[in-house]
């Protein structure tokens, strides 16, 4: 277990890519191997997560400070311009690295059904989980930025190819909005490179952990006009991410004419390394402005969750419904994070580890129904409760998370974040908590209209939900309600690290 | 110290082999009897490969005066002789390959071929501007009948034509610019001219010689608004020919600005190890607005073309006008971050059009509607060409990517804000006219459906140009230090 344990974040980054190259190798025709070869590469590094999730030291924060890291893995790389291959896990980067193995797995799986082009299906998405799985262990910027980068080839090419009607535009829209924010942050990048030493060396790093220690900032970064202009620019680049509104209008394209599998992995884990990346780098790098644009975070962040909402009502594409209530809900992160608080700050956490289960859930029942009824018209159902109960027992069950119904972990994390911010946004939260109500009318109406009323005759002999699909969702189902009435292992993760990362902030005021 | 001409032969050894490799081309072009006899080809390709390896057999030291000062041998002409006999090397092996030049007399096409080399050593290392108008020269005229050289297609013709009319015009305003220098000087010597300027205080001739100049040199590199012969002139030439002026060229042409403005319009300042101005012409911001016009007018007219020649031809456009950004920040790292961005472009670029010649042969055609489905019909190419693509539009893990990083890097690192904000913006610009070839090769559907061989030559051509672009892309640590080592310069 020793090489397994030293380099385990590497495994878990680079399994997947192994994989692909081994699916690569396969002969024509032999599409069966190529799947369970996928469903091997992305299930090794779930294992392994199971193991980070047992090694993992709760009572160490991490956050910036080296050697309170796990797992650390730490070579030099490019020794001229001082990058380095530096890896490592704490509480903020644990539960979603542990949501990434997760998700990633029950994707392949779900993906078993795509018939068209298997190879370079599951090849590119491998290709794609070793980048996110990249960017959640990475703690040097440069090494950030260049698995943040990889992520979107695959991703261009999964929607492009194996996407619906309008793939092509909703593949290079994302490409482009996306491209646009990562060249934002490069700019960032390069900026903060040369303007930060390395106590150690005097030379320039791209070290996150150099770059929050506040005294290795040169004398120009040290102006407030300067540090705001480099927090907007990673704060564009992560929002659009998220994605914050107005940066949201790629979203709706995107999810809706993925494939199912993918829409799970863009709304379970791309939208969170938006907020991971604020976390995890603007934040403590510029805690001065971070506090001095938390109020406007706050703000974009109730837009969101209310805009998000009316959206999702309006829809009366399934899909495009769920698609619209991830931006609402990556609201409640924001508004959490912006209220620097430790309460509130964990229930953005906990809020999309919640989130990146239940979105999943979402998108693969909308598979689910699509793919035997070849639409997604909420209008065009009624009655299916009575032709396929066990579908509709999911459905309830991942509308309910999401409307965020105690005893469910969506209910944790929005009730933290409110609990959180409630003492420094009073009549934000209180918007904010009047959107809940848009929140729980679109599903109930949606689940009304499909579900319940008379039954279209269309749909009587509607086939049952199958047993690879329930394999794929009982997981996520469990978990949603074990982490809904028992939270503490999952707070206990993050908490350490998310109090630092607090203090961190607020140690400056 | 300058060297006298019987010994600098010792530091002429690729001219030599070069020249030697051309005469037996002429030779080999009046006895043979048969004309597309692959034998002209082999032996270009031994020439040149000697001259490589030639190139670099006498260390260069702090660099050495040549020919009574006419020309350098240094750290950095080698540079650009490696790279742009390369560059050569490639184009041969994309020329005996290619169906377009098929049937035409072969010798007489490597001999402008080589030309054109030995005219790109001479231009790499000349310090003298009566040496480096004649390389310019030496360059461009093999050139012009390179781009003409498909007899009879009218495109062509029109490309040489266009070629001629405006090298000759360029280098007609060049050489004017060159004659005010020698009045302001009195010499020829590049170094004499830097010497003269800084200490007289004739600004405004100067100012006209530095912008006359930068016409000539502008052209060899096809900087906006010297660029309009280009796209007509690659959409018209053989493409092996229009892969060659998109990087060969266009390398000796940066080899020369460098050389030519940092030695007669700058001095090194042995202090900070950076160059500053002498003349009191602020040639840089010239040359920064020059860039930043370079690289949009080349993206945004690229994102209409719907030939992929067209297309690459802008698109080699907004890459200098990338190139651009390191030559006006007068610091080692801006250089090293052109030598650096030279040798990925090499690869990719040439890759690019590599396999642009490997689908008009299989196909007859170059617009993007004739790549559809080519995912399907030849995967290899296809991935191939994704990934050249992609490494031109600048995204990692691809080694286009990191030659951007060291642009950016240094053009942030002096300050130059607003510049590296354009260049942002270029690259998504970018990103959208590479993708469309992308969207027709892989997520478009074709209409005929039958599989493209790609022949083995061609196959492991294209992995040994992916190879380096993946490669560097990931560890390009040696070629990033090739690039920095590159940097010095001879002064004398």
């Known amino acids: 277990m020793g090489f397994i344990d030293s380099h385990i974040l590497s495994l878990m980054t680079f399994l997947p890519l192994l994989g692909a190259a081994v699916i690569l190798c396969v002969p024509k025709g032999k599409d069966d191997v190529v799947r369970w070869i996928a469903a091997a590469a992305s299930f090794l590094p779930l294992m392994l997560a199971v193991r980070l999730w047992f090694a993992y030291d709760r009572t160490v924060a991490g956050v910036n400070v080296a050697n309170q890291f796990q797992f650390v893995e730490q070579y030099s790389w490019i020794p001229s311009i001082n990058v380095e291959y530096f890896m490592g896990a704490d509480g903020i980067s644990m539960p979603m690295l542990l949501l990434t193995a997760l998700l990633s797995f029950l994707a392949v799986i779900g993906s078993f059904g795509i018939e068209k082009k298997v190879k370079g299906y599951m090849a590119l998405f491998l290709l794609l989980e070793t980048g996110m799985m990249g960017v959640f262990a990475s703690l040097d910027f440069f090494l950030f930025y260049v698995f943040w980068e990889v992520m979107l080839l695959p991703m261009y090419f999964l929607i492009g190819i194996w996407g619906g009607p309008r793939k092509e535009y909703a593949a290079i829209k994302f490409f482009l909005y996306t491209l646009l924010g990562s060249i934002l942050m490069l700019i960032v990048l ?145 508004l959490g994070m912006a209220a620097l608080t430790p309460v509130g700050m964990v229930g953005a956490a906990m809020q999309m580890f919640s989130h990146g289960m239940i979105t999943a859930m979402l998108f693969f029942l909308v598979g689910v129904v699509y793919d035997r009824a070849h639409h997604r018209q909420i ?98 189902g469990l978990l949603v309600m074990i982490v809904g009435v028992w939270p503490m292992p999952v707070l206990n993760l993050m908490n350490a690290s998310l109090v630092r990362l607090v203090d961190l902030v607020k140690a400056v005021s | 110290m300058f060297l006298g001409n019987l010994d600098s032969l010792r530091y002429f050894l690729p001219e030599i082999a070069v020249t030697a490799t051309i005469l037996l081309l002429v030779v080999l072009h009046v006895v043979s009897k048969n004309r597309e006899s692959s034998a002209p080809g082999v032996l270009s390709l031994v020439g040149v490969g000697a001259a490589i390896l030639l190139a670099g057999i006498v260390p260069p030291g702090a660099g050495k005066a040549i ?62 501007i009566v040496m480096v108008y004649l390389s310019l020269e030496l360059v461009s005229i093999p050139s012009y009948l390179l781009a003409g050289y498909l007899k009879g297609k009218e495109k062509s013709t029109e490309a040489a034509m266009k070629y001629v009319v405006y090298g000759a015009t360029a280098s007609g305003v060049m050489i004017y610019g060159f004659s005010l220098l020698f009045g302001l000087a009195g010499s020829t ?131 200098a006008g990338y190139m651009l950004m390191g030559f006006v920040l007068l610091s080692p790292a801006g250089i090293q971050a052109v030598l650096f961005y030279l040798v990925v472009y090499l690869f990719m670029n040439l890759g690019a059009f590599y396999v642009v010649v490997v689908v008009s042969n299989a196909l007859g055609g170059e617009d993007i509607a004739d790549f559809t489905g080519l995912g399907s019909r ?66 478009a559907d074709p209409k005929d459906t039958s599989a493209i061989l790609v022949p083995a030559v061609p196959r492991a051509m294209l992995a040994l140009l992916v190879a380096p672009t993946l490669i560097f892309g990931v560890y390009w640590e040696p070629v990033a230090r090739l690039a920095a080592d590159s940097v010095r310069m001879l002064v004398f």
């Open chain 1, 190 to 334: 390069l900026a903060l490179y040369f303007n930060t030493t390395n106590p150690e060396t005097g030379g320039h790093t791209f070290n996150l952990l150099h770059y929050m220690a506040q005294n290795s900032h040169s004398a120009w970064l040290k102006g407030f006009d300067v540090r705001v202009l480099m927090f907007l620019g990673l704060f564009i680049g992560f929002a659009i991410k998220v994605p914050l509104f107005p940066f949201h209008t790629w979203l709706p394209d995107a999810h809706v004419e993925a494939p199912t599998a993918i829409s799970v992995i863009l709304a379970g884990v791309l939208l969170k390394m938006g907020t991971y990346g604020l976390m995890r780098i603007s934040f403590p790098i510029f805690p001065d402005v971070t506090i001095w644009f938390a109020v406007p975070m706050a703000v974009l962040g109730v837009i969101n969750i209310v805009y998000g909402a009316l959206c999702a009502m309006a829809q009366s594409d399934l899909k495009k419904m769920v698609a619209y209530s991830s931006v609402s809900h990556m609201g409640f992160c924001l």
């Open chain 1, 379 to 476: 209008d065009g159902f009624g009655g299916l409760g009575a032709v396929v109960p066990i579908y509709t027992g999911f459905v309830s069950l991942a509308f309910f998370a999401s409307l965020g119904l105690p005893g469910l972990s969506g209910f944790i994390a929005e009730q933290m974040v409110f609990l959180g911010s409630f003492e420094v946004f009073r009549t934000l939260v209180i918007i904010g908590a009047l959107g809940i109500i848009f929140v729980a009318a679109f599903h109930l109406w949606a689940l009304q209209r499909v579900f319940l009323g008379p039954l279209n005759p269309k749909y009587a002999t509607l086939e049952e939900i199958n047993a690879r699909e329930i394999f794929c969702l009982a997981p996520l």
């Open chain 2, 67 to 128: 020919f009574e000062g006419m020309a350098a041998y240094d750290a950095f002409a080698v540079f650009f002789k490696v790279l742009t006999a390369l560059a050569t090397l490639v184009v041969i092996l994309m020329s005996m390959d290619s169906r377009e030049l098929a049937g035409r007399s072969q010798a007489e096409y490597y001999v402008f071929l080589l030309s054109t080399l030995l005219g790109m050593f001479l231009l790499s290392s000349a310090t003298d």
């Open chain 2, 189 to 319: 010597q590049v170094a004499e001219i830097g010497r003269a300027l800084a200490a007289g205080k004739a600004v405004l001739p100067a100012l006209l010689a530095a912008v006359m100049v930068a016409v000539g040199f502008g052209y060899k590199i096809a900087a906006v608004p010297f660029h309009m012969w280009s796209p007509d002139v690659y959409e018209g030439s053989p493409t092996p020919a229009t892969a060659f002026f998109s990087i060969g060229p266009k390398a000796a042409g940066f080899a020369v600005l460098v050389r030519f403005y940092y030695t007669a319009f700058a001095a090194s300042d042995p202090a900070t190890g950076m160059w500053r101005l002498t003349a009191d012409v602020d040639w840089p911001l010239l040359f920064a607005a020059l860039s930043a016009v370079t690289m949009t007018v080349g993206n945004l007219v690229a994102v209409q073309q719907s030939n992929v020649k067209r297309l690459l031809a802008y698109s080699s456009i907004a890459h």
């Open chain 2, 378 to 443: 030849a995967p290899f190419a296809a991935v191939s060409l994704a990934i050249f693509l992609f490494a031109l539009t600048g995204i990692p893990p691809f080694s286009g990517f990191i030659g951007k990083v060291y642009l950016f890097a240094e053009v942030l690192n002096r300050g130059v804000y607003w510049l590296a904000i354009v260049a942002g913006l270029n690259s998504v610009v970018s990103l959208y006219y590479y993708a469309r070839i992308v969207r027709a090769m892989f997520l």
